[in-house]
């Protein structure tokens, strides 16, 4: 059987944990850190204002279609991001000498993604790799 002062300690511990945890939760709600959770937002406008059911649909349609236009925005962006970075790779490349450029191809590979995956996703943007000792 363990000691008794072990299982006071334990104890006086794991009231400790809960009472810390409580008081940083609480402070966390207090300074808008968390929030309680309010449902979704057709849910909440219904609650205040008294959607009819039609109302509710068109509602919902309207949320559906603006997360979807949201969606395309956020992806166009991060194609032309990329387009933008492999736009200025090849620019710093061109500077280079062809040995400089066998080293900079090396160890400064981008960490963004492959050119195939920009050309394929953006290619308007995307440069044509420059022959080297430009």
């Known amino acids: 059987m363990p000691d008794k002062s072990n299982l006071w300690s334990?104890?006086?511990t794991a009231i400790a944990s809960v009472l810390i945890g409580f008081a940083i939760s609480t402070l966390a709600y207090r300074?808008?850190?968390l929030r309680v959770p309010a449902g979704s937002f057709v849910?909440?406008?219904d609650n205040k204002v008294h959607l009819t059911s039609a109302q509710r649909d068109q509602v919902t349609e309207i949320i559906r279609n603006t997360r979807d236009k949201i969606e395309?925005?956020?992806r166009d962006f991060f194609r032309a991001r990329r387009a933008?970075?492999?736009e200025s790779y090849d620019k710093v490349r061109d500077v280079l000498t062809p040995d400089q450029q066998a080293i900079f191809d090396r160890d400064f590979a981008p960490p963004w993604g492959?050119?195939?995956e920009a050309e394929v996703e953006h290619p308007a943007a995307s440069p044509s790799p420059s022959p080297a000792g430009n």
């Open 72 to 74: 395309d925005i956020r």
């Open 10 to 12: 334990i104890a006086i």
């Open 43 to 45: 849910g909440r406008l």
């Open 114 to 116: 492959s050119r195939k």
């Open 31 to 33: 300074m808008r850190i």
């Open 84 to 86: 933008a970075m492999w």
